[in-house]
C-alpha cells in the first residue's frame, strides 16, 4: 500500500461529474503542497490543481471554473471536484504530494486513477 491511494475514477457522460479521493498516509501538516496530476493517452503528465501550505490554490486554464480542489486534513484526504467534464478531461489522474526538508525535498505519487468522460 502506498502513502498516496487515488479512487473515485470511472466512466461518466459529458456534462457529468466526479469526485477523486486520495488517501494519503503522511502527516497532512507535513506537506508542503499537495496536487492532481493527469496523463492523457500518448501526452505529458499536466498539473490539474494544487493547493500550497497556507491555503492558496492554482488551477490549469483548462480546468478552471469546473474544478475544485480540497481537503480534510483531519480525516488525511485529498478531493477533486470535477464538474461538467469534458471528454478532453479523460485521463489518469494522480495525486501528488511533497514535504521541503533541510535535505531536499521529498515528493510522493499515487498510482492513477483512470476517468473516462464519454461524449
Known amino acids: 500500500q502506498g502513502q498516496l491511494v487515488e479512487s473515485g475514477g470511472g466512466l461518466v457522460q459529458a456534462g457529468g461529474s466526479l469526485r477523486l479521493s486520495c488517501t494519503i498516509s503522511?502527516?497532512?501538516?507535513?506537506?508542503?503542497?499537495m496536487a492532481w496530476y493527469r496523463q492523457a493517452p500518448g501526452k505529458t503528465r499536466e498539473l490539474v490543481a494544487e493547493?500550497?501550505?497556507?491555503?492558496?490554490?492554482n488551477y490549469a486554464d483548462s480546468v478552471k471554473g469546473r474544478f475544485t480542489i480540497s481537503s480534510d486534513n483531519a480525516k488525511n484526504m485529498l478531493y477533486l471536484h470535477m464538474y461538467s467534464l469534458k471528454p478532453e478531461d479523460t485521463a489518469v489522474y494522480y495525486c501528488?504530494?511533497?514535504?521541503?526538508?533541510?535535505?531536499?525535498?521529498?515528493?510522493?505519487w499515487g498510482q492513477g486513477t483512470q476517468v473516462t468522460v464519454a461524449s
Open positions: 501528488y504530494a511533497d514535504q521541503k526538508m533541510s535535505t531536499g525535498t521529498n515528493a510522493y
Open positions: 503522511i502527516s497532512m501538516y507535513s506537506l508542503n503542497s
Open positions: 493547493t500550497i501550505s497556507g491555503g492558496s490554490a
